[in-house]
């Protein structure tokens, strides 16, 4: 699966089955838009979120639970995104400055 930028193919780590624009969101000079990757059978989808500004995209790190009904926020320059884990438990990602945090640990960055 392939995502592109003003005609030029972005590099996204994943073995997708698809992709899908979930919700769009203004960070002042740059918009980040939240996507759906959809990962397998067994895992419906995680996420990953795209920075564009007006000469560059940034791609985070993909992240989720495989929960198809998250919560999410925007405060400020965060995306905050709420769900289950497979055993029910609350897992939050934050989203900030171009990072990804899952509970407080920062994810690795891609």
């Known amino acids: 699966m392939s ?3 003003n005609g030029k193919k ?3 780590d994943t073995d997708s089955l698809g992709m899908s624009f ?3 969101y203004d960070l002042g000079d740059k918009d980040a838009v939240l996507v759906i990757d959809e990962v397998s059978a067994t895992c419906q989808l995680n996420f990953f979120i795209t920075v564009a500004g007006k000469a560059d ?3 985070s790190s993909t992240f ?3 929960d198809d009904t998250p919560k999410i926020v925007q405060s400020g320059g965060k995306i905050i995104l ?3 884990d497979t055993k029910g438990r609350n897992v ?3 989203f900030e400055n171009g990072v990804i945090s899952e509970n407080g640990k920062i994810l690795k960055v891609q």
């Open 10 to 12: 972005l590099n996204v």
């Open 64 to 66: 989720g639970t495989c």
């Open 22 to 24: 979930r919700d769009k």
């Open 57 to 59: 995209v940034k791609i």
């Open 3 to 5: 995502l592109f930028f």
């Open 82 to 84: 709420r769900m289950k």
């Open 92 to 94: 939050k990602y934050i």
